[in-house]
Structures are given as structure tokens and as C-alpha cells.
């Protein structure tokens, strides 16, 4: 059984810096393309980053490129997503998933077939 495991949530200042890890086990990681996602309150889920199983990765908002850093370590199952200079608008709660397409880079939800539980990311101002 698939499971998704995020951390590294929390509270931070603007300018301020948080690393989200999401450790995967019961599934062969380096089988999947995996994405970060994020919902705030009353808003609709929407995509951030992805990235393939050979590194290459997207990012679906313009306001993160150049702040968020989208990585994998194959070796320990894990996915991360680095964000830094963060801004009040980036709070929300941030969800991992899985994509059974290793090399595809989708923004969209229904092309993720595992989804990790979230983790909350507060920024104040």
C-alpha cells in the first residue's frame, strides 16, 4: 500500500525559508513523476512543481519560480520542495502526490494516482 508522508511544514516569516519532505514507501519511487500541490482556505488545489524520475521538473506558478526548488533522491524515496523568500500568499496546505508516468510532468490533479496526507504552511507577515 502506497503511502506519502509529508513534513517539514510550519510556521515562517516573510523572507523567510521552509524544505517540505515527502517520503514515499510502498510503491517503486523511481517509477513516478512526483508533484507538489497547495490549498488554501475556500481555494481550489493547485500545482506548484513537478518533477520526472530523471530530475526534470516544472514549476505551475509564476510567483514560485525563482523562490521554489522542486527535488528527488531517488535513493531514499523522498521528494522535496525547497522554498525560500516565502510570502504570506504561500499559505497553505501542501500536498504531495504520485504520478505512475515516470517521465511526464503534469500540472494536473487526476494525473496523480497517491496523494500524502499535507502538511501546513503558515507565513506571516
Known amino acids: 500500500q502506497a503511502q506519502l508522508v509529508e513534513s517539514g511544514g510550519g510556521l515562517a516569516q516573510a523572507g523567510g525559508s521552509l524544505r517540505l519532505s515527502c517520503a514515499v514507501s510502498?510503491?517503486?519511487?523511481?517509477?513516478?513523476?512526483m508533484g507538489w500541490f497547495r490549498q488554501a482556505p475556500g481555494e481550489e488545489r493547485e500545482f506548484v512543481a513537478a518533477v520526472n524520475t530523471i530530475g526534470a521538473n516544472t514549476y505551475g506558478i509564476d510567483s514560485v519560480k525563482g523562490r521554489f526548488t522542486i527535488s528527488r533522491d531517488n535513493a531514499k524515496n523522498t521528494v522535496y520542495l525547497q522554498m525560500n523568500n516565502l510570502k504570506p500568499e504561500d499559505t497553505a496546505v501542501y500536498y504531495c502526490?504520485?504520478?505512475?508516468?515516470?517521465?511526464?510532468?503534469?500540472?494536473?490533479?487526476?494525473?496523480?494516482?497517491?496523494w500524502g496526507q499535507g502538511t501546513q504552511v503558515t507565513v506571516s507577515s
Open positions: 502526490a504520485a504520478n505512475p508516468r515516470p517521465f511526464e510532468l503534469a500540472a494536473a490533479t487526476r494525473r496523480y494516482e497517491h
Open positions: 510502498g510503491l517503486t519511487f523511481s517509477g513516478y513523476a
